[in-house]
């Protein structure tokens, strides 16, 4: 694989946020210096107990505040996703952002929409094969988003990480 180059501008859901919040908060820091600017919906943000405005500043979580039109069109689409998904979605198509997350419904939207789509894992591998990271710190993250996310993070996804991160 071809060096990483920091040019990508990723939105996060608020799932994947708080796996990282619970797991390792620094890795959200080394993400934004090493893979890609991470923004963050300010209704996103709201739903999220355990971070608030100063520490996104401190993380490199730039807050984005949508705009009036797209507020209204993700509280207009019906179906599967949520509004703050729905507002993830409209953000990333607008921009061109790429969107981390796990959830299904989402990333099967996204992938309809052509927006492109990273796991959270897979932004986890993408930090240490940019230098941001020791392969044996991201294996012990991926094991914990495992253990507390086994949900959306299953043994399969696990094993596809660590594979590429060299482990297995």
């Keep these: 694989m071809a060096a990483i180059t920091k040019s990508r501008f990723l939105?996060?859901?608020?799932?994947?946020?708080?796996?990282?919040?619970?797991?390792?908060?620094?890795?959200i820091k080394l993400i934004s210096t090493n893979v890609g600017q991470v923004y963050l919906a300010t209704p996103v943000l709201d739903e999220i107990s355990e971070i608030n405005d100063s520490d996104c500043a401190e993380l490199g979580i730039k807050l984005v505040e949508p705009e009036l039109d797209q507020v209204m069109l993700a509280a207009e689409k019906k179906g599967s996703l949520s509004f703050q998904d729905n507002l993830c979605l409209i953000l990333a198509k607008s921009f061109g952002w790429t969107c981390v997350t796990n959830d299904k419904p989402l990333r099967q939207m996204c992938e309809s929409e052509g927006v492109t789509l990273i796991w959270g894992i897979e932004l986890i591998c993408m930090l240490v094969e940019s230098g941001g990271l020791p392969a044996t710190h991201a294996r012990e993250i991926i094991?914990?988003?495992?253990?507390?996310?086994?949900k959306y993070i299953t043994a399969s996804i696990v094993e596809k990480a660590l594979l590429r991160l060299g482990f297995g």
């Design 11 to 27: 939105i996060l859901d608020a799932n994947i946020l708080i796996d990282f919040l619970k797991c390792d908060r620094t890795i």
């Design 143 to 150: 094991l914990d988003i495992n253990r507390i996310n086994p």
